[in-house]
């Protein structure tokens, strides 16, 4: 990724595992981020990039919100104090949620599917 952004553009790292763009409002902050299984989610459609759930700025000055989609900025509403505080434990209840989830469904396999799954995936 490079250190000096565009604006309109939607950078990938998959060395960094992590997407990165200047906010949309035009503030020119950069907004980085992490991709994966509680994180979000990276997807193309016909060369048009995708990332879910929305962003939420709420640490930014600006405070933006919006969705990317097939290419297009899609805004969403400002949230409350007290909305981003209820978001930020849900996404850390579905954080513990997945993993917890990931640690039964682990415990649960042999010692020798867990070496050829380390293995192979």
Known sequence: MPSNLEPGILYLSNEYNVAGHLCACGCGNKVITPLGSTEWTYFEKEGKPSLKPSIGNWQLQCRSHYWIRNG??????????????????????????????????????????????????
Not at 73 to 98: A, C, H, P, V
């Open 72 to 121: 297009n900025i899609f805004w969403s509403g400002q949230w409350t104090d007290e909305e981003i505080k209820e978001g930020w434990k849900n996404e850390e209840l579905r954080r513990q949620q997945y993993f917890a989830k990931r640690n039964r469904n682990q415990t649960k396999k042999s010692i020798l599917r867990r070496i050829i799954d380390w293995l192979f995936n």
